[in-house]
């Protein structure tokens, strides 16, 4: 034991005391102001979840109408193509009937026009 005087240490002690007091009210400040920030930063974490489900959602959605626009076009093409084989059918069709006309009118010319004018090639009512 320390043979000092009483009255000298227990002013150092209340000074330490004292000193001890203020660290703690000061950790307790810091330890209300980091609350406050963890409170704060739970909400801001829980806001920017709030938005990445929210732009999540918008993909998904958007996903969704390019899968369904893609099977629409894909449908639209496949009617495109028959249309456009039909059309090819048509058009051999024409051709075809087009070319029985010119050879039955060809035909028809040919019956009449006369024999003698036939070997000359000259068509009927043509200038000779």
Do not use: C, W, Y
Request: negative net charge; proline residues 5%; without cysteine.
């Amino acid at each position: 034991m320390t043979h000092e005087p009483l009255e000298p240490r227990v002013t150092a002690l209340e000074r330490e005391a004292a000193s001890t007091r203020e660290i703690a009210e000061d950790a307790h400040a810091d330890a209300a102001v980091a609350r406050a920030l963890a409170s704060a930063a739970s909400r801001e974490v829980g806001e920017v979840h709030e938005h990445l489900r929210a732009h999540t959602k918008v993909l998904n959605a958007l996903r969704e109408t390019q899968l369904e626009q893609g099977q629409k076009i894909d449908r639209l093409q496949a009617e495109f193509f028959g249309f456009k084989n039909e059309m090819v059918g048509f058009e051999r069709e024409t051709r075809g009937g087009f070319a029985m006309l010119a050879a039955g009118m060809q035909h028809i010319t040919m019956l009449l026009t006369p024999p003698d004018e036939r070997s000359t090639g000259s068509m009927p009512g043509s200038p000779s």
